[in-house]
């Protein structure tokens, strides 16, 4: 579910060209150490962190990197059902944007599986308006 360092040379957080360069010699060996570990204990400890404690800011995180997460709707839906959080409208704005629906009908019938268990009404305008 996490990015992989393939992904992350587009985005340039772990490094500004993509790329970590290797110690040319002893007294570069703990600089590019420490800046490694500072870099997966910033950015993607985090990310892991939040995963497997299924909190809520999975949701935030996906929703700026979706591109990180290979199932990125299903990954916020199944953090909002596991936490039974009520989203207002413009959250779910942000939720069902491009970016962030892949096949937007398996994402549709996630979505309307999703409100027959949800008691939120803004769930339920939000797909009537997918479906005008």
């Not at 999975?58 to 959080?85: A, G, Q, S, W």
């Not at 009520?86 to 069902?96: F, G, Q, R, T, Y």
């Not at 949800?118 to 339920?124: C, F, K, T």
Request: hydrophobic fraction near 35%; include cysteine.
């Amino acid at each position: 579910m996490v990015m992989n360092t393939s992904m992350e040379s587009k985005y340039r957080q772990f490094s500004p060209t993509g790329a970590v360069s290797l110690p040319l010699d002893e007294e570069e060996q703990e600089k590019v150490c420490d800046y490694l570990y500072q870099k997966v204990k910033n950015i993607y400890l985090p990310r892991v962190r939040n995963l497997l404690q299924e909190n809520e800011q999975v949701i935030e995180d996906v929703l700026r990197f979706p591109n990180y997460y290979k199932y990125p709707f299903l990954t916020i839906l199944y953090i909002i059902e596991k936490n039974e959080l009520k989203l207002e409208k413009n959250d779910w704005d942000a939720i069902l944007s491009k970016r962030i629906m892949g096949n937007k009908r398996f994402d549709q019938l996630l979505l309307e599986h999703y409100s027959l268990s949800s008691s939120s009404s803004s769930v339920l305008e939000v797909e009537d308006e997918l479906t005008k």
